[in-house]
């Protein structure tokens, strides 16, 4: 409850209860895809293999907020550990998200469990070229951060 309260960017810690507040780029544009795919919530946490996550070396991402690593390098560090198991199953995700790279994002990904993605866009022009050209075929939604 204390991050809706807020009003601002921040890393929740703890079992959400510590917040921090943090600064983010907002200097890019956002295009959200929803290919109009059900995925349940249930069934991706019921698919997650938890004992996956403690093999792999983790970085924090309060470890990447305060080494203030470059947006255009989060493709790197960052990742969503749901992606393995939805894209397995709906590789036509897959598909979307490599679109979103060929067509210049920085950063792309799929939201929380899924089913939609998004991709991170230097300009307005690139992402409106993403979301009206490639991905046409899906539902769309440009955006900034503010």
């Known amino acids: ?29 956002i295009v959200l895809v929803y290919p109009n795919i059900e995925i349940s919530t249930a069934w991706a946490y019921k698919n997650f293999n938890f004992s996956l996550t403690r093999t792999k070396k983790i970085i924090k991402l309060s470890q990447i907020l305060l080494k ?10 960052l990742q969503n550990d749901f992606e393995d198991i939805v894209f397995k199953e709906f590789p036509e995700l897959r598909g979307i998200k490599k679109k ?13 469990s899924g089913s939609a993605l998004f991709g991170m866009f230097k300009t307005i022009l690139e992402a409106e070229e993403a979301a009206e050209n490639v991905l046409k075929s899906y539902q769309t939604i440009l955006a900034r951060p503010l």
């Open 68 to 77: 203030k690593i470059n947006k255009f390098e989060w493709q790197y560090f």
């Open 1 to 29: 409850m204390p991050f809706f309260l807020s009003g601002r960017t921040s890393l929740a810690t703890g079992i959400g209860e510590k917040l921090t507040s943090v600064t983010l780029p907002t200097d890019y544009f």
């Open 100 to 112: 979103l790279y060929q067509q210049g994002a920085f950063y792309a990904s799929l939201s929380g």
